[in-house]
């Protein structure tokens, strides 16, 4: 049976979208354009993809805390209601 976990997926999805640019100090700036406000700079281009990935699970977690609409990213859709099973069925 293989594991799966929605917010892994969610963020492996949304990274995949990221877009990074090479600035004119030799910095990077990477962001997430589905993700508004998601945006990070490191000195090389792998420590923007880990700064990119930390405001982004932060981003996430925020907006799930304070309701927020979150984009759908690959078919991933976090708005919806969860759907309970009755008790009697565990």
């Known amino acids: ?3 799966q976990y929605i917010l892994s997926e969610y963020l492996d999805r ?3 979208q990221a877009e990074y640019d ?3 100090d030799g910095t990077f700036a990477g962001r997430i354009a589905a993700c508004k ?3 990070a700079f490191g000195a090389t281009l792998r420590e923007c993809e880990d700064e990119v ?3 982004l ?3 996430l977690l925020v907006g799930l ?3 927020h609409t979150l984009p759908v990213v690959n078919g991933i859709d976090l708005n919806k209601e969860p759907v309970y099973e009755p008790v009697e069925s565990v």
């Open 22 to 24: 090479k600035l004119e």
């Open 65 to 67: 805390k304070l309701g």
């Open 37 to 39: 406000g998601v945006i």
């Open 57 to 59: 699970e932060d981003w």
């Open 1 to 3: 049976m293989d594991t």
């Open 53 to 55: 990935r930390s405001t």
């Open 14 to 16: 949304a990274m995949g």
